[in-house]
């Protein structure tokens, strides 16, 4: 596949110091007799050849070709009567360098000296040197054009650089985000739902009382959900992995589970307890989903070289499948360094292995 060329541009507010060097073209008008006429092409000549200069300065190197070659026409026909046109051909070098890649600008570098060595020899008869000066200056600018293409291609790719990982960490803050959005929202809008069908029953049944108990736990857990919403655009925020576990006990037993915590762990690393709660979080939001069973243990185990989270329910699984909470369950484990094992031949059995980093020592 052919590259594309990158397209280059010069600092045009710069061009005019540069210009300077022209000075060299312009000194022998005033030192040497020349003819009127004489005086009036090395005037067109020098005019043509600044408005030149500044057109390659005001395109990108994609579109110099042009404005070189308008150049070397000049600086071709001044040479027999001021051949002091060397500096002109330096100019072309330059622009060479910058606009072209090495192999293209190299072989336009040997045809500006092929050039200066003709006129050398078949049209300037007054300078002795003029070949190998030309040659030497035309090859010193060349260079400098080469650096500065280096320079501006060394910008272009930084600059990418900076780009693709903005766009990067843009890419991952949405899959935060959305991720945030499922597990909590998920398990939020189940309470909800559980909130509202116990409310209703009790409506029916006559029992006022507990009915707007329920509604009004709804309440909370409708601001709830919304807290929850704004904290995902800036990362979740919670109460702690304790304080998350009891409050998820809560919503199980009011889903009509049973349930049973073994052990504790320690003082979490902050950077771990977020993903955990989380994952945590998505796991029990699928057991009040999805589970037939009413029973739910919680082990927390800690060794010395690795953490692990067990969650079990009693339900029978007759089919399971993978889908979009499990996957971002796993995808928070393993970016913390662990892995999850499940296991369904009795019940539903959810083991997150965690490395002994996850508890502060």
């Known amino acids: 596949m052919k590259l594309k060329q990158p397209q280059l541009s010069l600092e045009r507010k710069y061009a005019w110091v540069y210009l300077m060097n022209l000075g060299f073209f312009v000194v022998p008008m005033f030192l040497y007799?020349?003819?009127?006429?004489?005086?009036?092409?090395?005037?067109?000549?020098?005019i043509g050849f600044v408005a030149s200069y500044y057109w390659a300065?005001?395109?990108?190197?994609?579109?110099?070709?042009?404005?070189?070659?308008?150049?070397?026409g000049i600086a071709c026909?001044?040479?027999?009567?001021?051949?002091?046109?060397?500096?002109?051909?330096?100019?072309?070098?330059?622009?060479?360098?910058?606009?072209y890649r090495l192999r293209p600008a190299l072989l336009g570098l040997l045809a500006i000296i092929l050039t200066l060595a003709l006129l050398h020899y078949y049209v300037v008869d007054t300078w002795s040197w003029f070949v190998y000066y030309g040659a030497i200056l035309s090859a010193a600018i060349f260079i400098i054009g080469r650096v500065?293409?280096?320079?501006?291609?060394?910008?272009?790719?930084?600059?990418?650089?900076?780009?693709?990982?903005?766009?990067?960490?843009?890419?991952?803050?949405?899959?935060r985000i959305a991720r945030d959005l499922h597990d909590t929202l998920g398990h939020t809008l189940t309470s909800v739902?559980?909130?509202?069908?116990?409310?209703?029953?009790?409506?029916?049944?006559?029992?006022?009382?507990?009915?707007?108990?329920?509604?009004?736990?709804l309440t909370e857990i409708a601001?709830?959900?919304?807290?929850?919403?704004?904290e995902s655009v800036t990362g979740y925020k919670h109460g702690g992995f304790d304080f998350v576990l009891q409050q998820l006990s809560v919503r199980l037993q009011e889903a009509g589970f049973k349930v049973h915590v073994e052990g504790a762990l320690t003082q979490l690393n902050r950077a771990y307890e977020t993903p955990l709660v989380l994952a945590l979080t998505e796991l029990v939001t699928n057991i009040i989903r999805h589970s037939e069973g009413d029973h739910v243990?919680?082990?927390?185990?800690?060794?010395?070289?690795?953490?692990?989270?067990?969650?079990?329910?009693?339900?029978?699984?007759t089919e399971?499948?993978?889908?979009?909470?499990?996957?971002?369950?796993?995808?928070?484990?393993?970016?913390?360094?662990?892995?999850?094992?499940?296991?369904?031949?009795?019940?539903?059995?959810v083991k997150l292995f965690l490395p002994a980093a996850v508890v502060e020592s």
Request: proline share 2%; charged share 20%.
């Open 193 to 217: 739902l559980l909130k509202a069908e116990l409310a209703q029953r009790h409506i029916h049944s006559g029992q006022g009382d507990a009915a707007s108990h329920h509604l009004k736990e």
């Open 148 to 175: 500065e293409r280096v320079r501006q291609e060394h910008l272009l790719s930084q600059q990418r650089t900076d780009l693709e990982i903005e766009q990067l960490a843009t890419t991952l803050e949405r899959e």
């Open 33 to 46: 007799p020349f003819t009127v006429l004489e005086y009036l092409a090395m005037t067109a000549a020098l």
């Open 223 to 230: 601001r709830t959900c919304l807290k929850q919403v704004r």
């Open 77 to 99: 026909a001044i040479t027999p009567i001021n051949p002091a046109s060397i500096t002109m051909f330096a100019f072309i070098g330059f622009f060479l360098g910058f606009a």
């Open 320 to 349: 399971f499948e993978f889908g979009n909470g499990l996957l971002g369950v796993n995808e928070r484990i393993e970016r913390l360094g662990g892995h999850i094992d499940i296991n369904t031949t009795q019940g539903c059995q």
């Open 297 to 317: 243990l919680i082990k927390l185990i800690e060794k010395a070289d690795n953490t692990y989270i067990e969650i079990f329910d009693n339900g029978r699984v």
């Open 57 to 72: 300065f005001s395109v990108s190197s994609a579109h110099m070709l042009k404005p070189i070659i308008v150049m070397y």
